[in-house]
């Protein structure tokens, strides 16, 4: 394909920490997280507008002016056909596998205390879990205190039904591996036509856990919400290393 001289996405990757945020933001599909950093998976897919460097944390993106492949919606229109579908081999839940620092192979030894070699109850109030499986009227959401909890939370933070559960509604899912448009979706309906008394988020230090506080923000967006949620960022070793309200 012939080259014009136009704007286009560059990525700096040495600022760049994977985050995966340009990605959630690409309206286009353009970006994927591969090897760590954001990369550009094609040219005729990036329309040059720059969507995705306010989201940027680091400010590794930028619009220049380079001799590029033309921008093409009918392309663009096929591929997001194809992500959604998870045909595609570059689709964001895949790729941002690829050298993302949660696969990073650590081991160490389990800090466990008496206190949880007894007998523990249950917080759990309701069934299903998963984002993808809860109908956003289901009648346990109606003004419920709902807790947004990335999957590995529960493994790695034991206390999870002594101190952030009990009382709360639970949705769980993962921003890497489930389609982040469909969450936004989700989520911007039920902020939109139910009532909660509060929202509370829960996710790992790793970086591509911070997609679902993205997704919810979106989602609060769409709604057109000006509420504040809590966000609890766990580590792998079990530990809260931060909570903060955005």
């Known amino acids: 394909m012939p080259k014009v001289k136009r704007k286009i996405i560059e990525i700096d990757e040495e600022l760049c920490n994977g985050c995966g945020k340009c990605v959630l933001a690409c309206a286009e ?39 590029a492949e033309e921008f093409d919606e009918e392309a663009v229109h096929k591929h997001l056909k194809e992500l959604k579908e998870g045909a595609q081999k570059f689709s964001f839940t895949e790729t941002l596998a690829c050298g993302c620092p949660s696969h990073q192979v650590r081991e160490f030894k389990p800090q466990i205390s008496k206190e949880f070699r007894g007998e523990l109850s249950s917080a759990l109030s309701h069934w299903p879990v998963q984002i993808r499986l809860i109908p956003p009227k289901a009648p346990f959401l109606q003004n419920a205190h709902l807790l947004v909890c990335a999957d590995c939370v529960p493994v790695a933070y034991p206390r999870l039904h002594l101190d952030l559960l009990p009382e709360k509604k639970i949705m769980l899912g993962c921003p890497k591996f489930d389609p982040p448009e469909l969450y936004i979706e989700k989520f911007a309906e039920i902020f939109s036509e139910v009532p909660l008394q509060s929202v509370e988020v829960a996710i790992m230090e790793v970086p591509c856990c911070k997609g679902l506080v993205y997704i919810l923000q979106e989602a609060r967006k769409l709604a057109k919400k000006d509420f504040l949620f809590k966000v609890y960022t766990i580590s792998v070793k079990g530990e809260i290393l931060s909570e903060e309200v955005l």
């Open 29 to 67: 599909g353009a970006l994927a997280i591969i090897d760590g950093k954001a990369k550009l998976i094609s040219e005729i897919y990036c329309d040059g507008l720059g969507a995705c460097i306010g989201e940027c944390p680091t400010g590794a993106l930028k619009i220049v002016e380079r001799e």
